[in-house]
DNA sequence: AGCTACTCCTGGTAGC
DNA sequence: TGCTACCAGGAGTAGC
């Protein structure tokens, strides 16, 4: 599931083959990948601008776009869990799960593929208004041991839950989220305003090199999904700590790893490294 | 405020 | 072999 360090690989990776390119056609397979836009509308407000710049927000990819050198919107693509964007010479056949392609000058074009088919290209005019609510990026400066300390405990909330919470912090995934509580030695369920600021501060410390490292990875890559855009996998799934380490030995204490559900989520842990769940206790009614 | 359930989707797999 | 049933999961939404 492409999570923050997938998203800023294929960021990094595209980002030389499209910045410049002008966008001289589309091609849209799959309607609701362009969120409610018609294929028409899109293509008007897309063919004939410049891509300015590639960068990512959260687990979002924006392309600048701009006409005759004025801001002319942005695209806004998220990959979901299968989205896959790949630059390649015009005539590619990228396959049946290919959605939407742009074709581009220079005898190029951008395939967004996407097999379950829940992410997005967007256009926008707004960019506010194509983000939804996001907390602060996890490597950038206002993330500090302090503000994670004290939003976790403003909230009354499972931290797994609320470490999936794009609006809390933007960028972590299930299987992130599970690997940094392995690091830091937190319970899943753990309740957020129970942490204390030296065990908020190595959760801190947990997101801040899980999320570095695996960039440095270029990502993990455990089944046919994710790929980068020049179609290689990611390495960091070798690091796993506890996702999809179900009944293997912890590399902590050999303890072997549990799987539970947790908001509806597949959730790894080492109940010997990672201490005990809040009672649920006066949570509920209060 | 915070929880669960449901929705969107398909490929893979377990069970028969 | 071939069928059905079910699962994974990011994020939005509805309802309690």
């Known amino acids: ?65 701009e006409r ?24 590619f056949e990228a396959g049946p799960h290919e959605r939407v392609r742009l074709d581009l000058d220079r005898g190029r074009s951008l395939h967004f593929i996407d097999v379950r088919k829940f992410g997005r290209l967007v256009f926008a005019t707004d960019l506010e208004e194509a983000f939804p609510a996001l907390g602060p990026e996890p490597l950038g400066e206002e993330f500090t041991a302090r503000s994670l300390h004290a939003g976790l405990s403003e909230r009354r909330r499972l931290l797994k839950p609320l470490l999936l919470d794009q609006s809390f912090v933007a960028g972590l995934g299930n299987i992130y989220v599970d690997e940094c509580l392995h690091l830091c030695g937190l319970h899943p369920e753990r309740r957020s305003d129970r942490v204390s600021a030296a065990d908020a501060g190595r959760l801190h410390a947990a997101i801040q090199s899980v999320l570095s490292e ?62 005990r769940a809040s009672p649920r206790t006066r949570t509920a009614r209060g």
């Open 1 to 65: 599931m492409p999570e923050l360090p997938e998203v800023e690989t294929v960021v990094r990776l595209v980002r030389p083959k499209l910045v410049g390119r002008t966008i001289e056609g589309v091609h849209v397979s799959w309607l609701r990948s362009l969120g409610g836009s018609s294929r028409r509308a899109f293509e008007a407000a897309v063919v004939g601008t410049r891509v300015r710049a590639v960068w990512r927000r959260a687990k979002f990819l924006v392309f600048d776009l």
């Open 68 to 91: 005759e050198g004025e801001v002319a919107g942005w695209l806004v693509g998220h990959l979901r869990m299968t989205g896959r964007f790949h630059v390649e010479p015009r005539g």
């Open 214 to 275: 695996a960039i440095e990875r270029e990502g993990s890559s455990f089944d046919t999904f994710y790929r980068t855009p020049e179609g290689k996998p990611g390495s960091y799934q070798h690091q796993f700590r506890v996702y999809g380490r179900t009944g293997r030995a912890c590399r902590t204490c050999g303890d072997p790893i549990r799987r539970i559900v947790v908001a509806q989520r597949g959730t790894h842990f080492c109940p010997r490294c990672q201490g």
